[in-house]
């Protein structure tokens, strides 16, 4: 069994389609991606700044995804 460290986008699955979210939803989506992968770049390295930086920064991103 994987950790959510260790799960990797291309084990996920879903039953939506990127092709059935609206340009803006999927642009948000990309974006919090972004930060959870430099998140976990951050806690790789031991960067506990920039971990907790890009966690607050997903946040918002997801805040405004709920928003939509």
């Excluded at 389609?17 to 972004?34: F, H, I, M, N, Y």
């Excluded at 506990?48 to 890009?54: D, I, Q, V």
Aim: proline share 3%; glycine share 4%.
């Amino acid at each position: 069994q994987k950790t959510a460290y260790e799960i990797r986008p291309r084990d996920w699955s879903s039953d939506v389609c990127s092709s059935d979210l609206s340009p803006a939803v999927a642009a948000l989506a990309a974006e919090a991606r972004q930060h959870y992968d430099r998140a976990v770049q951050a806690q790789r390295a031991g960067d506990w700044a920039k971990y907790g930086e890009e966690l607050r920064l997903l946040g918002q991103t997801l805040d405004r995804l709920r928003a939509r």
